[in-house]
């Protein structure tokens, strides 16, 4: 208030429990932040340790029930085994036979393969061939009506610039002609003009 301000030792006892406070609560904070990171580190720990027995556990389980586990898979396949071993033992010959004869299929269909590939690779350049060589006789007249028409165009530009060379030295000749008769014509018309007068002053 503006009116009634306040007295200059209660402010500075305000400002000095407002600074105790805020340091008390930072303080606080520093503390619970070390707090957390102690517990989540001996959470840490303990989850370790417990991770650690239990392997140690499974450990001691598995050594003291191999043998007895492995002994119980023996009893368990041992018949099996020996049929496929005696399977085999007694049936060895006809399985080199069905190998023999599969090996002797497979390389059958692959020359078979290789056979319809070039039987394929001849009919296509039969069936391509006709079409190559009208290719071949289209380019090639088409070859020929080029040349034929890049000689008869440059003959009758030779022809078209004789013409016009012609054209013009006639005009040049004409015009020459002309000028040179006006030329005429004129000191003509000067010479007898001067005679004229030449003789009318003599007289």
């Known amino acids: 208030d503006s009116e009634n301000v306040a007295d200059e030792k209660a402010m500075i006892l305000c400002l000095s429990y407002l600074c105790t406070r805020l340091m008390e609560s930072s303080k606080e904070i520093l503390a619970s932040i070390v707090i957390q990171n102690y517990y989540r580190r001996y959470q840490r720990i303990v989850e370790l340790e417990k991770k650690h027995v239990a ?10 029930y191999r043998e007895r586990y492995f002994s119980s898979q023996r009893r368990k396949y041992f018949g099996s085994v020996c049929t496929i071993e005696n399977f085999v033992i007694r ?8 190998r023999t004869e599969r090996l002797k ?22 069936m391509f061939r006709p079409i190559l060589k ?3 006789a ?11 028409y890049a000689r008869e165009r440059s003959h009758l530009l030779k ?30 018309k000067l010479q007898s003009l001067a005679r004229r007068y030449i003789t009318r002053a003599r007289k």
């Open 55 to 64: 392997a140690k556990a499974i450990i001691r389980i598995w050594k003291e």
């Open 91 to 98: 049936f060895a010959e006809s399985l080199k036979a069905i």
């Open 134 to 136: 009208q290719q071949i």
């Open 105 to 126: 299929h497979e390389k059958q269909t692959k020359a078979a393969l290789k056979i319809q590939t070039y039987v394929r690779m001849i009919i296509a350049a039969s």
């Open 138 to 148: 289209a380019k090639t007249i088409q070859k020929c009506w080029r040349n034929f």
């Open 159 to 188: 022809e078209s610039h004789r013409a016009s060379i012609t054209v013009q030295r006639f005009w040049r000749g004409y015009k020459c002609r002309i000028e040179y008769l006006i030329k005429q014509y004129s000191i003509l």
